[in-house]
């Protein structure tokens, strides 16, 4: 005789954990790249899908997420003090950065969703990755 899967359970659903509250804004200065996002051409950057995935989840989130590339927009920058202090000590290995309402999270690497998240579930950064 056959079995069937029931198609619902008496038990209650379980309690999705909670998330911290997600607020505030994420600044990425992206190194030089062929398109404002790098997911262009033949040979995408993993890391660069993955940013773009995170990026979009915090905005659906409600955070204020910009993105800016060297190359289509360099002035920026350099009025960004944090980052033209990174690019003049690091050059080219202080990108990309991130920063999260306005402190420094990572620089030559990308942040993980972890790290954003933990970033922005508190008042402020409190460390800042140093990829290079």
Known sequence: ???????????????PAASPALSGTVLVFDPAMCCP???????????????????????????????????QSPEVFVKHAKVAGLMQAFGDRGLPATLVNGEVLTYGTYPTRDELVAALGTDGVTRCDKGV
């Open 1 to 15: 005789m056959a079995r069937s899967l029931p198609l619902h359970s008496d038990a209650p659903a379980p309690h």
């Open 37 to 71: 996002t790098g997911l262009c051409g033949p040979g995408v950057d993993p890391a660069l899908l993955t940013i773009a995935r995170d990026l979009r989840w915090l905005e659906s989130q409600g955070v204020t997420v910009e993105r800016h590339g060297l190359a």
